[in-house]
Protein backbone atom coordinates (compact mmCIF):
# COMPACT_ATOMS: atom_id res chain seq x y z
CA UNK A 1 0.00 0.00 0.00
CA UNK A 2 1.74 3.36 -0.96
CA UNK A 3 1.37 6.61 1.16
CA UNK A 4 -0.77 9.68 -0.31
CA UNK A 5 1.36 12.61 -1.44
CA UNK A 6 1.38 15.09 1.21
CA UNK A 7 -0.55 18.51 0.29
CA UNK A 8 1.61 21.23 -0.62
CA UNK A 9 1.92 24.22 1.06
CA UNK A 10 0.78 27.36 -0.24
CA UNK A 11 3.76 29.14 0.67
CA UNK A 12 6.07 26.31 -0.69
CA UNK A 13 3.42 26.45 -4.14
CA UNK A 14 4.10 30.29 -4.67
CA UNK A 15 7.95 29.70 -3.95
CA UNK A 16 8.08 26.51 -6.90
CA UNK A 17 5.61 28.96 -9.24
CA UNK A 18 8.38 31.84 -8.59
CA UNK A 19 11.57 29.81 -9.10
CA UNK A 20 9.33 28.21 -12.26
CA UNK A 21 7.83 31.38 -13.94
CA UNK A 22 10.59 32.13 -16.29
CA UNK A 23 10.85 29.32 -18.88
CA UNK A 24 7.19 28.74 -19.00
CA UNK A 25 6.97 32.28 -20.08
CA UNK A 26 9.67 31.80 -22.15
CA UNK A 27 7.56 28.82 -23.44
CA UNK A 28 4.39 31.29 -24.18
CA UNK A 29 6.89 33.48 -25.78
CA UNK A 30 7.90 31.55 -27.87
CA UNK A 31 5.06 29.74 -29.20
CA UNK A 32 3.28 32.78 -29.48
CA UNK A 33 6.37 34.12 -31.69
CA UNK A 34 5.41 31.27 -34.31
CA UNK A 35 4.09 32.44 -37.63
CA UNK A 36 3.77 30.04 -39.72
CA UNK A 37 2.10 27.65 -37.62
CA UNK A 38 0.57 24.63 -40.16
CA UNK A 39 4.57 24.24 -39.99
CA UNK A 40 5.73 24.58 -36.87
CA UNK A 41 5.71 21.52 -34.95
CA UNK A 42 4.39 17.82 -35.31
CA UNK A 43 0.42 17.11 -33.59
CA UNK A 44 2.93 14.75 -30.72
CA UNK A 45 5.30 18.10 -29.87
CA UNK A 46 1.97 20.29 -30.02
CA UNK A 47 0.56 17.78 -27.18
CA UNK A 48 3.44 17.57 -25.27
CA UNK A 49 3.80 21.10 -24.63
CA UNK A 50 -0.34 21.77 -24.62
CA UNK A 51 0.22 19.23 -21.74
CA UNK A 52 3.27 21.30 -19.75
CA UNK A 53 1.24 24.81 -20.38
CA UNK A 54 -1.99 23.28 -19.00
CA UNK A 55 -0.02 21.13 -15.90
CA UNK A 56 1.52 25.12 -15.06
CA UNK A 57 -1.41 27.09 -15.55
CA UNK A 58 -3.63 24.85 -13.42
CA UNK A 59 -1.45 25.50 -10.42
CA UNK A 60 -0.79 29.20 -11.09
CA UNK A 61 -4.82 29.42 -11.11
CA UNK A 62 -4.70 27.31 -7.76
CA UNK A 63 -2.59 29.90 -6.30
CA UNK A 64 -5.05 33.33 -7.98
CA UNK A 65 -7.74 30.92 -6.06
CA UNK A 66 -6.42 31.11 -3.08
CA UNK A 67 -5.16 34.84 -3.08
CA UNK A 68 -8.29 35.68 -4.58
CA UNK A 69 -10.26 34.47 -1.62
CA UNK A 70 -8.50 36.91 0.62
CA UNK A 71 -9.83 39.62 -0.95
CA UNK A 72 -12.96 41.68 -0.22
CA UNK A 73 -15.86 40.62 -1.97
CA UNK A 74 -16.46 44.29 -3.31
CA UNK A 75 -12.73 44.21 -4.90
CA UNK A 76 -12.48 45.67 -8.47
CA UNK A 77 -8.85 43.50 -8.38
CA UNK A 78 -10.70 40.31 -7.06
CA UNK A 79 -13.81 41.07 -9.47
CA UNK A 80 -11.57 41.27 -12.66
CA UNK A 81 -9.26 37.59 -11.30
CA UNK A 82 -12.87 35.98 -10.74
CA UNK A 83 -13.34 36.73 -14.60
CA UNK A 84 -9.84 35.53 -15.26
CA UNK A 85 -10.32 32.39 -12.96
CA UNK A 86 -13.78 31.59 -14.52
CA UNK A 87 -11.96 31.20 -18.60
CA UNK A 88 -9.27 29.33 -17.12
CA UNK A 89 -11.79 27.18 -15.60
CA UNK A 90 -13.52 27.01 -18.40
CA UNK A 91 -10.62 26.11 -20.61
CA UNK A 92 -8.26 23.61 -18.25
CA UNK A 93 -11.91 21.65 -17.58
CA UNK A 94 -11.01 19.96 -20.78
CA UNK A 95 -8.20 17.84 -22.29
CA UNK A 96 -5.52 20.37 -24.30
CA UNK A 97 -5.95 20.77 -28.46
CA UNK A 98 -2.91 18.96 -29.63
CA UNK A 99 -3.00 21.92 -31.91
CA UNK A 100 -0.68 25.07 -32.77
CA UNK A 101 -3.76 27.13 -31.96
CA UNK A 102 -4.48 25.47 -29.00
CA UNK A 103 -1.06 25.72 -27.70
CA UNK A 104 -1.58 29.23 -28.53
CA UNK A 105 -4.23 29.63 -26.66
CA UNK A 106 -2.69 28.17 -23.19
CA UNK A 107 -0.12 30.37 -23.99
CA UNK A 108 -2.22 33.38 -23.70
CA UNK A 109 -4.25 31.76 -21.02
CA UNK A 110 -0.92 31.03 -19.12
CA UNK A 111 -0.01 34.88 -19.66
CA UNK A 112 -3.16 36.23 -17.95
CA UNK A 113 -3.21 34.17 -15.20
CA UNK A 114 0.79 35.78 -14.29
CA UNK A 115 -0.91 38.90 -15.01
CA UNK A 116 -3.46 37.95 -12.71
CA UNK A 117 -0.76 36.42 -9.85
CA UNK A 118 1.50 39.93 -10.36
CA UNK A 119 -1.28 42.08 -9.70
CA UNK A 120 -2.86 40.27 -6.49
CA UNK A 121 1.19 39.64 -4.73
CA UNK A 122 1.38 43.53 -5.75
CA UNK A 123 -1.84 44.38 -4.31
CA UNK A 124 -2.35 45.80 -0.79
CA UNK A 125 -3.64 43.58 1.53
CA UNK A 126 -6.66 43.97 3.48
CA UNK A 127 -5.85 44.91 6.85
CA UNK A 128 -7.11 42.69 9.42
CA UNK A 129 -6.57 45.29 12.55
CA UNK A 130 -9.42 47.15 11.28
CA UNK A 131 -11.92 43.67 11.63
CA UNK A 132 -13.32 43.50 15.50
CA UNK A 133 -12.11 40.57 17.44
Known amino acids: MTTPPAPIRRDA????????REPYLML????????EPHEALRPRDCEQIARQLADHARAVADDVRHC????????AIRALTEIVLGEAE??????????????QNLARLLRALYERHNRLHHAPQPSHAALPA
Open 13 to 20: LHAALSLD
Open 28 to 35: AQAVLAWS
Open 68 to 75: CAALPKNS
Open 90 to 103: RRLSVPPRPTVTGV
